[in-house]
């Protein structure tokens, strides 16, 4: 079974520029998450969705961080402008409706110069 | 909310020793159980997982005991190995409800030949 698929896999930018990271979750979970990893603030829920509907944001940032979820199959976290402080490895991850655990992709590592 | 407090960093074995890595949670009811492990460059696994009390996981030779007296579930292994040398997460989540998992800070534990 394909797990969790993030891309890009590596994304070096310059502050300022507008970075879209994508997600496609595992077929049939109705539960997407978006994390942020970093080694002063460990691993951080920055929001999550409920059958392409978003439920709980309150760990976005703040406005520069966006996240959608058009179709079942794909999400994508933006952030514009981009600054350094947001460089950091993003994970996505999905779950069954309902039941736990959580299946994580391999994370996009995110460089702000 | 939940809170999961676990073992800090980084644990440095030799190969064979006995390994242990402790954590404790606060909830409210009685929350699924959870640890992850990260090897470099990837996303968190699932390792193991233990959903009511005196339950007991166990994966690849790691176990890790549901206590409810003591709110913990320690996570250990009898041999461990040089592949073993990974980031270990423990993780809470309230039954049915997606939302509530909770992670612990993580534990590099880096085993030498």
């Known amino acids: 079974d394909a797990g969790v698929i993030q891309s890009p896999r590596h994304e070096v930018t310059e502050m300022g520029q507008e970075v879209t990271l994508r997600c496609k979750p595992i077929?049939?979970?109705?539960?997407l998450f978006w994390y942020r990893q970093t080694m002063m603030r460990g691993l951080e829920l920055l929001i999550y969705f409920n059958n392409n509907v978003p439920i709980d944001d309150s760990g976005m940032p703040e406005d520069r961080f966006s996240a959608k979820m058009p179709n079942a199959s794909f999400s994508t976290l933006k952030i514009q402008p981009s600054e350094p402080r947001d460089s950091a490895v993003y994970f996505c991850?999905?779950?069954?409706?309902?039941?736990?655990?959580?299946?994580f992709g391999d994370g996009t590592r995110l460089s702000i110069l | 909310g939940d809170s999961v407090t676990q073992m800090e960093g980084p644990v440095t074995l030799s190969e064979e020793a006995f390994l242990t890595i402790n954590c404790t949670y606060t909830?409210?009811?009685?929350?699924?159980l959870f640890w992850y492990v990260q090897y470099p460059g990837e996303g968190l696994q699932l390792l193991l997982k233990?959903?009511?009390?005196?339950d007991k996981g166990s994966n690849k030779g790691f176990e890790a005991t549901y206590r409810k007296e003591t709110t913990s579930f320690h996570l250990e292994k009898g041999s461990v190995q040089v592949s073993d040398s990974a980031v270990y997460f423990c993780g809470a989540g309230s039954s049915g409800s997606a939302r509530q998992l909770t992670f612990g800070s993580g534990t590099q534990l880096t085993v030498l030949p």
């Open positions: 233990a959903t009511k009390a005196d």
């Open positions: 077929s049939g979970h109705d539960y």
């Open positions: 991850a999905s779950s069954p409706t309902g039941v736990q655990p959580q299946h």
């Open positions: 909830a409210t009811g009685y929350p699924s």
